[in-house]
């Protein structure tokens, strides 16, 4: 069983809809990340969690320790937020990031 | 502009014949790592480095080495590709931990 696991794999939205990304893990862990992978293959940081959410733009993030669960959330989600979103966790044992296999996210107009 | 630059972008190459991917950033970020990108497996981590002379085996280190004379460079070597180690590889920094990506470096080993 994978450390990280991503839900869903893929995902088809119409422009408008709330979208949900979620990650779950099994590590102790010092911080959660969530990354966007554009389709041209870049990669950028959206937030890093250790408690609570943040929030930026229509993008949020929340992260329960408790129950070791993230969730990305998208709001009046457009098809520029179509991309492939990945949650990664940093080890609280180590700097190491340990990834999961991401969620496609397409947007429709 | 604050960037991760990495050369070459793409790679062909042959078994066996040693090469080195440079990474450099102008950000003075103190921790930087190295990322393996493969179809099915996701995004995995090779080495990192949390200052200079100070390197850490990630999940998949084998075949690889670093080294990290200076803060703003992290090169990955590889002393002899072999195919497996055909994959998309991406280096990143990191200061309070924000991650910024360089654009990858596409490698194949025939």
């Known amino acids: 069983k994978n450390e990280v696991e991503q839900s869903p794999q893929n995902l088809t939205a119409q422009e408008g809809e709330f979208i949900t990304i979620n990650c779950s893990y099994s590590?102790?862990?010092?911080?959660l990340h969530w990354l966007q992978q554009h389709p041209g293959g870049g990669i950028v940081s959206l937030f890093m969690l250790s408690s609570g959410k943040k929030k930026h733009g229509r993008l949020i993030a929340t992260i329960n320790i408790q129950e070791k669960h993230s969730s990305l959330h998208i709001t009046a989600s457009h098809p520029r937020d179509s991309a492939v979103y990945i949650c990664?966790?940093?080890?609280?044992?180590?700097?190491?990031?340990?990834f999961g296999q991401g969620t496609r996210l397409t947007i429709n107009p | 502009e604050a960037q991760v630059t990495q050369n070459p972008r793409y790679l062909i190459t042959v078994t066996g014949k040693k090469l080195t991917v440079t990474c450099s950033q102008n950000m003075n970020h103190e921790y930087m790592s190295w990322y393996r990108q493969d179809p099915g497996l996701g995004l995995r981590q090779i080495y990192y480095s949390m200052n200079v002379e100070v390197t850490d085996k990630g999940d998949v280190p084998e075949g690889y080495k670093v080294s990290r004379k200076e803060k703003r460079n992290f090169p990955l070597i590889l002393e002899s590709p072999s195919p497996n180690q055909t994959s998309l590889y991406f280096c990143a920094s990191s200061l309070g931990g924000t991650q910024y990506f360089g654009p990858g470096t596409r490698l194949t080993v025939l």
């Open positions: 590590v102790g862990i010092s911080a």
């Open positions: 990664a966790v940093r080890r609280d044992v180590a700097q190491k990031l340990v």
